[in-house]
């Protein structure tokens, strides 16, 4: 793969539940090293677009490409063997194992014994909380915590690249400001490249390289989070800072780029 290469490339991909196309010709890059972000409101298709991505539901159109390789439609085990974990919404622990047998379930594709035990003490110092409740069952753990194992199990597996939704859910936003600084700190210090779906627009765009906005499945608006911030329409639909009566008019039709 070479440095320009993105680590991540969807073109055109529709899928569908039924006759519901939840997302609609959806084309994004995620390049190597950076935070890309999906921002859209409940129902725009950020879930979809990363259950596609992993292999949980295949695409009716377009294609996926993870490392320069075809990954349209492979297996979910298949796709996570090539270096891409899933951090789903909902965190989704093994809440009967323990808090330290939940991370090694995300090692399990690992041979190398020494990194996954250095990995091991990289995530209880990113989340102390989880070293003080190691031999815990998961599911005794708050949503927080919940989310924090869910995040470091991801780091477990040493993906190349990690598909991060929405870890603000549920969350106050002291805890969701602390998981989001992790978040950055993965991606600084591990050189992990992440892509992060969310609806709290503030954080993901504080955090992120380049967003895309996702609206009734397709993408309508990219650009870097530099830029998407100081954008009208992101302003006043997604950060809540101007409020002149049209909240909810969409204005933007169709996709505009800057780049
Ligand atoms: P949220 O933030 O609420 O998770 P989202 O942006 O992640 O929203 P999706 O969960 O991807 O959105 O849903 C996109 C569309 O697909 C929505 O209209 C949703 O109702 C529909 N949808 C999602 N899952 C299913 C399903 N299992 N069966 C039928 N329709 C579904």
Not at 61 to 80: H, L, Y
Not at 127 to 139: C, H, K, S, V
Request: include cysteine; charge should be positive.
């Amino acid at each position: 793969m070479s440095e320009d290469q993105p680590v991540l490339q969807l073109l055109n991909v529709e899928s569908a539940y039924g006759p519901i196309k939840a997302i609609r010709g959806v084309s994004l890059k995620v390049r190597p090293g950076e935070i890309a972000t999906v921002l859209g409101s409940n129902g725009a298709g950020k879930t979809t677009i990363l259950k596609t991505i992993s292999g949980i539901i295949d695409p009716r159109k377009g294609s996926i490409e993870f490392k320069g390789q075809n990954i349209t439609a492979k297996d979910p085990a298949f796709i996570v063997q090539q270096g891409l974990s899933h951090v789903p919404e909902g965190r989704e622990v093994f809440p009967l194992l323990s808090v330290k047998d939940n991370l090694l379930m995300g090692a399990y594709t690992r041979k190398d014994r020494d990194g996954v035990g250095r990995d091991m003490e990289t995530v209880f110092n990113y989340f102390p909380i989880l070293r003080e409740r190691a031999t815990q069952d998961a599911g005794l753990l708050s949503g927080g915590q919940q989310q924090m194992l869910a995040i470091s199990r991801a780091i477990m597996a040493a993906p190349a690249l990690i598909l991060l939704d929405e870890p603000s859910l549920g969350l106050s936003p002291k805890l969701t400001k602390e998981i989001f600084e992790i978040v950055v700190r993965i991606n600084r210090e591990r050189g992990t490249t992440i892509l992060l779906v969310e609806q709290n627009a503030n954080m993901a765009l504080n955090a992120s390289d380049y967003g895309y906005v996702l609206e009734n499945g397709r993408i309508v608006m990219e650009d870097t989070c530099e830029r998407l911030r100081e954008k009208d329409d992101i302003k006043e639909f997604y950060l809540g800072l101007k409020d002149d009566g049209v909240r909810g008019e969409r204005r933007w039709k169709k996709k505009k780029t800057w780049r």
